[in-house]
Nanobody
Framework: QVQLVESGGGLVQAGGSLRLSCAAS????????MGWFRQAPGKEREFVAA????????YYGDSVKGRFTISRDNAKNTVYLQMNSLKAEDTAVYYC?????????????????WGRGTQATVSS
């Protein structure tokens, strides 16, 4: 079982940046592919980004491609989400989770061990 804790959310103006972190417990972190999702009030959970265990393969949702970057530091058991050029529509609770490879990285059903999330709010 992996425990995940997100941090780094906050309030930022449109055009600004935030870096989210997802810290994982356990000694086999480098074996896990990881992903970020987000959920805005009244909307379904949306795929943001995913990364392979060694960090050499990444995936992005269409709405964040070119603005967000997912990365990981396996020595620190941490996955990051660098968010640049933020827009008001990026406002959401951001969650990290472990991708089980059971289906597409864009499918939330393919993830387990969800964290509790961190709120990112972008003011326009």
């Amino acid at each position: 079982q992996v425990q995940l804790v997100e941090s780094g959310g906050g309030l930022v103006q449109a055009g600004g940046s935030l870096r989210l972190s997802c810290a994982a417990s356990g000694r086999t972190f480098s074996q896990y592919a990881m992903g970020w999702f987000r959920q805005a009030p009244g909307k379904e959970r949306e795929f943001v980004a995913a990364i392979s265990g060694n960090g050499d393969i990444t995936y992005y949702g269409d709405s964040v491609k070119g603005r967000f970057t997912i990365s990981r530091d396996n020595a620190k058991n941490t996955v990051y989400l660098q968010m640049n050029s933020l827009k008001a529509e990026d406002t959401a609770v951001y969650y990290c989770a472990r991708w089980t490879y059971s289906s597409s990285p864009r499918d939330s059903a393919a993830y387990d061990n969800w964290g509790r999330g961190t709120q990112a709010t972008v003011s326009s």
